[in-house]
């Protein structure tokens, strides 16, 4: 099965249908395998193909493992940002809100182009995923505080229950109806996340200039994007799973596990950013 995604195409492994009886690079046929001339005991005869050496494979529970640790980096990361940047309220000066800014600024530019590269990364790298989690939760931390002090507390709270509400039942509702993923569904998923990446850096463009639209702010246009991202991280959540069931399926090494967790990372900080926007939306009087 080969995906449209670009986070799972970059698997080989993935591509491979019916793992069990996968033949892999460097272990030839197994009708190949030797064990050598008479005489030559336990030794493998000269140039004979080694048989392959047993790897874990990927699970259910390796991927709960990496995408917990993945999550909990993230929720790490965005505490110690929201307690040691300075104290704001919501009349604080511009002056105040600077070191918040600019962690939030920072995370967010870090984690864009961290995701872009592992997005397109043959090899998963777990170093790379967590140091994604961690600037990921720079990021969050920061926009969370922000969002705290300018709508109230129930937003941030009411988006972290939201988006692990929007976890369980999209998983309840892709093994309730056995969802199946083609690549006509992939192929649209995908080009509503990068028409998303590309309107934020127009937006972020036209910003610099003082010219925003107000695409992803907490406003009626910026509500339009906001339930379009949410639909899109629900999308995104679908391919999650489906990735982790052929996968698993198909016998992916355990290496494998980390990049599911990097997808559905980045498939939750999507649903709660765009839940965060619309509460917020919501809290205005």
């Not at 099965?1 to 272990?27: I, K």
């Not at 989690?133 to 229950?161: H, T």
């Not at 309840?172 to 995908?190: C, D, E, L, S, T």
């Amino acid at each position: 099965m080969q995906s449209n995604n670009p986070v799972f195409r970059r698997s080989e492994e993935f591509s491979r249908a019916g793992g069990g009886n996968q033949t892999y690079a460097g272990y030839g046929d197994p009708s190949t395998w030797s064990t050598g001339q008479p005489g030559q005991g336990s030794e493998v005869a000269y140039g004979a193909p080694q048989a392959p050496v047993r790897t874990e494979r990927m699970t259910i529970d390796t991927v709960v493992q990496k995408t917990a640790i993945s999550l909990g980096v993230v929720v790490v990361a965005a505490l110690a940002t929201w307690i040691l940047t300075p104290e704001v309220t919501e009349f604080s000066q511009a002056s105040d809100l600077g070191p918040l800014i600019a962690a939030t600024t920072i995370g967010s530019l870090g984690a864009f182009a961290l995701s872009m590269v592992l997005s397109f990364k043959r090899v998963i790298s777990p170093v790379l995923v967590l140091v994604f989690a961690a600037v990921e939760g720079v990021a969050l931390g920061g926009i969370s505080k922000l969002f705290n002090v300018m709508y109230g507390d129930g937003v941030v709270q009411g988006a972290v229950i939201g988006t692990f509400a929007a976890f369980a039942g999209t998983l309840a509702v892709y093994k309730f109806f056995n969802i199946k993923v083609g690549a006509k569904f992939q192929r649209m998923v995908m080009a509503g996340v990068f028409g998303m990446i590309g309107l934020s850096l127009m937006e972020l463009v036209l910003g610099a200039f003082g010219a925003e639209i107000g695409l992803f702010g907490v406003s009626g246009l910026g509500m339009l994007t906001a339930f379009a991202g949410l639909a899109l991280g629900v999308f995104m959540l679908i391919m999650d799973f489906d990735f982790v069931e052929q996968g698993v399926a198909n016998g992916l090494p355990e290496r494998e596990s980390w990049r599911a967790a990097f997808a559905m990372t980045v498939s939750l900080v999507w649903i709660y950013t765009n839940l965060l926007r619309i509460l917020a939306y919501f809290s205005q009087d």
